[in-house]
């Protein structure tokens, strides 16, 4: 992509530094929902729990659920 500016950068799983793919991010908006619904199944896939399993924090993964980053992929 090429900002205002005229400076190319990269978005999503294709820069360099990325941690999570596209499948992972709907994956894990998919598994929130259903802990909030209060699925007993998944009751242990909270933030923190699903943060531990793809190697990210904790914040990383409530800026995805709540639509901070990867804000394209819904």
Same mark, same amino acid.
């Given at each position: 992509m090429t ?6 950068y990269?978005?999503g799983e ?5 941690? +999570?793919c596209?499948?992972?991010v709907? %994956? ?6 259903e802990? @909030?619904?209060?699925l $007993?199944?998944?009751?242990h ?6 943060? +531990?399993?793809?190697?990210v924090s904790? %914040? ?7 639509f @901070?980053?990867?804000? $394209?992929?819904i």
């Open positions: 900002d205002r500016d005229g400076n190319n990269q978005r294709s820069h360099h530094k990325a941690k +999570l596209k499948q992972d709907i %994956n894990i908006r998919a598994i929130h929902a802990y @909030k619904e209060g $007993d199944a998944l009751k896939m909270t933030p923190t729990a699903q943060a +531990l399993k793809h190697g904790k %914040n990383a993964i409530e800026s995805v659920i709540y @901070k980053s990867w804000k $394209d992929v």
